[in-house]
């Protein structure tokens, strides 16, 4: 297993435009009731640097990972997603959710189907089946369906995610943790999102969804480069 020391090395530079594109964001904070193509500009930038991230390690890297591929994959819709979501007063909510279901369709097909681990899937399932419980009495409409099926994806995509994460049987690498942690917060963020827009205002809502967002997809982003990190400590030893 790659030490966490290694990581920090090998993949701190890469991540430097990330970390000053989410600074950008939260220094200039800029209004959400302004929709404009600067602001989508800005909240998207992380996440282009994240793509920039994943493309740093090479052609080859991607061609030889499906995984990755899919992870890049999500990240362009993710993208998608985020610009549709500036403008979601003006009509484009549904448009946003569409884009992040296909992330966590993506994202859950990269953390594979191995372990099944049941348990994991059993307790994901009551948390996500609580937290529309929770939504229920305040959706109309489509959103009935839309949020519930919604939960359901991301919830499918955190349960492949937790799954992979063997602590038990040291069964376990940094990647699989990451996973796991960037799986839990885009969860954390998604229903703080709900929460602040269906059910009542959250205090903060926009800094917690946004640093618990950035903060998932970069570690999604790292769960994607554990092989050529491997190969590279093999070559060492």
């Not at 959710?97 to 059993?122: C, D, E, Q, W």
């Not at 929770?134 to 937790?162: E, K, N």
């Not at 049987?169 to 796991?180: G, Q």
Request: glycine share 6%; aromatic share 14%.
């Amino acid at each position: 297993m790659v030490s966490p020391v290694t990581v920090v090395k090998s993949e701190g530079p890469k991540l430097v435009p990330f970390f000053k594109a989410t600074c950008v964001y939260f220094v200039l904070w800029l209004p959400t009731s302004s929709p404009s193509w600067f602001s989508a500009l800005i909240k998207c930038l992380p996440i282009f640097c994240l793509w920039v991230f994943l493309l740093a390690h090479g052609f080859s890297f991607l061609g030889a990972r499906s995984s990755a591929r899919k992870i890049l994959a999500g990240l362009i819709f993710s993208a998608l997603g985020d610009a549709f979501l500036i403008w979601q007063e003006q009509g484009y909510f549904v448009h946003g959710l569409l884009m992040f279901a296909i992330t966590h369709i993506l994202y859950s097909s990269a953390f594979g189907m191995k372990p099944l681990n049941v348990r994991a899937g059993l307790v994901i399932t009551a948390v996500s089946s609580l937290s529309y419980l929770l939504l229920y009495p305040y959706l109309s409409g489509p959103f009935t369906y839309l949020v519930a099926v919604y939960i359901a994806l991301i919830g499918f995509m955190g349960w492949r995610a937790i799954a992979g994460l063997q602590l038990a049987n040291d069964l376990w690498t940094w990647t699989k943790l990451s996973a796991c942690l960037g799986a839990v917060l885009f969860m954390v963020s998604d229903l703080t999102i709900a929460v602040n827009k269906f059910c009542f205002p959250v205090p903060h809502s926009r800094a917690i969804i946004m640093a618990t967002y950035y903060a998932a997809q970069m570690l999604i982003a790292l769960s994607a480069v554990e092989c050529q990190d491997a190969e590279v400590s093999r070559k060492r030893i």
